[in-house]
């Protein structure tokens, strides 16, 4: 089997890692002239976009997926009538949009928090009467790991907020005061087969995944958020793997996005699941049946970000995975995972590591 990737960054290489254990085929797709994946594939180096590339990709590819959701859809289209594109575009156009997203989660039951969509600065008023301040202003497109948002505490700044981002279409988002952060992810092949892993537990700094651990040992919450990502799976006729981030509220979930690829806070899976997430991804497309995905013990993933130290470098624990990126402050460069028998363990292994990289 071949299968097309588009985009070659970290998520592309280690599915094409994922891939090399299954015995197929990986070609990619990306503008960059040395990518992550150019180690474990074939690059086109084209525009993600290009058309002649994509149909090139197309012809030389069994089932296309995608390693990041900025993929335009309408490129997805015109390639999606002669090979299979997975996870499917209407998915992939829901997540684009955080508006189209938040109706969704309403759509399908989901709770989350209270939102205003803003298309003037008259919008930005009436949002901050409805939703109270604090409140977070938010692009409604293209935004990742904290970019695209301008937290509004006070009226003065809502001049502020409208002036940084203005020029896009935007959505007001209720502040909510959370107790931690999970991520849920799921995988459904084209059979309709499902799997869910444990729940993660993560922790953000200057709006980017710095630690997930995982499993969380809080049965009601596994079992809202496994049905609450279930719900989505089925709605969408989805293929591949699904990321659902969630806030936890006492004994609550309130959705906060959805991801329609591999994602970040599943990178434990590598070492710390019988199926990875990516190899699990692979399966769904390829309509092969879906791996387990019971923990191996308790792992924790520490991302690398803008640099990796030396020191990092030289610890004797857990697995290192370096991406082969150039650095750049608020680059993920790589990360570490861990993984012990109990969590106590696991906990004073993330700890060291999280000490070299800070």
């Known amino acids: 089997m071949r299968i097309g990737i588009i985009g070659a960054g970290q998520l592309g290489q280690m599915l094409g890692f994922a891939a090399r254990d299954l015995g197929v085929h990986c070609t990619f797709v990306d503008p960059a002239s040395n990518p992550p994946a150019a180690v474990c594939g074939d690059v086109m180096q084209s525009a993600f976009d290009d058309p002649e590339a994509l149909t090139q990709l197309a012809a030389d590819s069994d089932v ?16 999606g009538a002669e090979t299979p594109v997975y996870p499917p575009a209407a998915a992939l156009q829901q997540a684009q949009d955080r ?10 039951d989901i709770p989350l928090p209270g939102y205003h969509a803003v298309d003037s600065r008259d919008d930005l008023q009436a949002a901050a009467e409805s939703l109270g301040l604090p409140m977070v202003i938010k ?34 988002e ?9 991520s849920c992810i799921g995988a459904r092949n084209v059979d309709g087969d499902i799997v869910i892993y444990p729940l993660g537990r993560n922790e953000h700094r200057d709006g980017i995944l710095r630690t997930s651990i995982t499993p969380l040992n809080q ?7 496994s049905d609450y990502v279930e719900r989505m799976l089925e709605h969408l006729q989805y293929v591949g793997v699904l990321a659902l981030e969630l806030f936890v509220v006492a004994d609550r979930l309130l959705a906060n996005e959805f991801a329609p690829r591999v994602h970040n806070s599943g990178h434990w899976s590598i070492e710390g699941s019988e199926t990875s997430q990516f190899e699990n991804h692979l399966r769904a497309i390829l309509n092969m049946p879906l791996g387990p995905t019971t923990s ?14 030396a020191a990092t470098r030289r610890l004797d624990i857990g697995a290192l995975h370096d991406y082969g990126k150039a650095p750049r402050p608020g680059r993920k460069l790589g990360h570490v995972t861990v993984t012990a028998d109990l969590a106590e363990r696991r906990d004073e292994l993330v700890g060291i590591i999280d000490k070299t990289v800070t």
């Open 174 to 182: 209720q502040w909510v005061e959370f107790d931690y952060e999970v």
């Open 64 to 79: 296309i997926t995608y390693e990041f959701e900025n993929v335009p859809v309408e490129a997805l289209q015109l390639i």
């Open 219 to 225: 049965p009601q919450l596994v079992a809202t958020a």
């Open 139 to 172: 692009t409604r497109r293209f935004g990742y790991d904290g970019k695209g948002q301008f937290v509004v505490r006070h009226t003065a700044d809502l001049d502020a907020a409208w002036e940084t981002l203005g020029t896009h279409p935007l959505i007001a």
């Open 296 to 309: 191996r013990g308790h792992a924790g993933m520490i991302n690398l970000i803008g640099e990796i130290p």
């Open 99 to 108: 508006l189209t997203e938040k109706r969704l989660f309403e759509s399908l």
